[in-house]
């Protein structure tokens, strides 16, 4: 077996359920599979994404964790380019999911919602709008997730 295939079958195997959450160190990890902590980096950023349903924070440091979460989002066609630019009402779809799993307070989705429009937005030229948007989603949902994780 892969490396690779290893980190993720190591990942899989602890993210049961359709909202699930495993949290790991990186050096140790990589100790337990015997591999470098850079691979499992390439891993995680290659493989736990947005568009394929999961949200991924790390802190690094003495103390520091990797936290990727599954949240099954109705999303699919974020896999492709759309990971990299989404529209508003994509946007909306899936803070609103977020919000009828109650996995986002409705004042939390409020809040992304509207730092995600257009109107917040508009100074952004056009063909980079949807890639400041995928960014700023990112960053509040896991800001917002940490309240309810």
């Not at 924070?57 to 990299?84: D, H």
């Amino acid at each position: 077996m892969q490396v690779t295939e290893s980190i993720v079958q190591y990942i899989e195997e602890h993210l049961k359920g359709p909202d699930a959450c495993v949290q790991f160190r990186r050096n140790e990890l990589a100790a337990l599979l015997g591999c470098a902590p850079s691979q499992i980096t390439y891993v995680i950023a290659s493989h736990y994404t947005v568009g394929r349903g999961y949200l991924v924070e790390s802190r690094r440091g003495g103390g520091g964790f990797v936290r990727i979460t599954r949240t099954q989002m109705p999303l699919k066609a974020m896999e492709t380019q759309q990971e990299k630019s989404l529209s508003f009402a994509s946007a909306q779809l899936l803070v609103q999911e977020y919000q009828r799993r109650h996995i986002l307070a409705p004042q939390t989705a409020a809040v992304i919602l509207a730092a995600i429009s257009d109107q917040a937005l508009s100074q952004v030229p056009g063909d980079v709008r949807g890639q400041v948007r995928v960014h700023i989603l990112q960053c509040m949902l896991l800001a917002g997730l940490g309240d309810h994780s």
